[in-house]
């Protein structure tokens, strides 16, 4: 199984980015993909979920209404769309995947099977 990240960057406040999730090696139908940040010094916590199979979906109270998550099943890919960005959005971005469906549980990292190595997002002026 892998995961690979890609997207992130530079923006200013107020900006948009989308990440990518790229996953080989398990079916969307099977797994639920998640979104989780770090920030220096902070816990890695997470920001949403997104199950393929069934469009169930989950997401953390400070990002509903400018992050949203979406799919192409034929590419495998997941995506994070992040729009009015801030600066505490700063932080290492990473996908990890899950069996089942997206529940108020996807914030959770226990529950995740497999992890992507991280892309950066920095919002600064």
């Known amino acids: 199984v892998q995961l690979v990240e890609s997207g992130g960057g530079l923006v200013q406040p107020g900006g948009s980015l989308r990440l990518s999730c790229a996953a080989s090696?398990?079916?969307?139908?099977?797994?639920?993909i998640g979104w989780f940040r770090q920030a220096p010094g902070k816990e890695r916590e997470g920001v949403a979920c997104?199950?393929?199979?069934?469009?169930?979906?989950y997401y953390l109270d400070s990002v509903k209404g400018r992050f949203t998550m979406s799919s192409d099943n034929a590419k495998n890919t997941v995506y994070l769309q992040m729009n009015s960005l801030k600066r505490k959005d700063t932080a290492i971005y990473y996908c990890?995947?899950?069996?089942?469906?997206?529940?108020?549980?996807?914030?959770?990292?226990?529950?995740?099977?497999?992890w992507g190595q991280g892309t950066q997002v920095t919002v600064s002026s």
């Open positions: 990890a995947a899950h069996q089942g469906i997206c529940t108020s549980y996807s914030g959770a990292r226990y529950i995740y099977d497999y």
């Open positions: 090696g398990i079916s969307f139908d099977d797994y639920a």
């Open positions: 997104f199950s393929p199979g069934d469009d169930s979906s």
